[in-house]
């Protein structure tokens, strides 16, 4: 259960950063309306929150949510921007989900 609900909350995180980062970027970028800025807004605080709801050191929390942001990112180009990945994008993904692992759920005495 622990596995599940630390994979859950890290992906949830991940997508609450990226769509305040994805709604700042149609304001800023493709001319959208300046009220996309409030749900970015709120979306961006919800993850910093977020992150702060992880059972262990904050550092090794940042760390292993780099891989997952990676991996996430990757699922946004597919289903959000339509691009498919390439084959190096797949790779890449599953290598950087693959340092998240290593350093959440490897064994430690503290």
């Known amino acids: 259960m622990f596995i599940l609900k630390t994979v859950t909350l890290f992906l949830v995180t991940a997508f609450a950063e990226i ?12 001319g959208k309306s300046t009220w996309l800025l409030l749900p970015a807004g709120l979306s961006l605080a919800t993850f910093a ?5 992880h059972p262990t050191a904050a550092g090794r ?8 942001y990676v991996f996430t ?4 180009l597919w289903l ?16 950087a989900l693959t340092g998240m692992v290593i350093i959440i759920f490897a ?3 503290a």
């Open 19 to 30: 769509i305040g980062c994805y709604l700042t970027y149609l304001w800023f970028v493709q």
């Open 49 to 53: 929150w977020l992150l702060t709801l």
């Open 61 to 68: 929390v940042y760390a292993a949510y780099g891989g997952v």
């Open 73 to 76: 990112a990757i699922l946004w």
């Open 80 to 95: 959000i921007d339509g691009i498919k990945p390439t084959l190096w994008d797949l790779i890449g993904g599953f290598v």
């Open 107 to 109: 064994p430690r005495s």
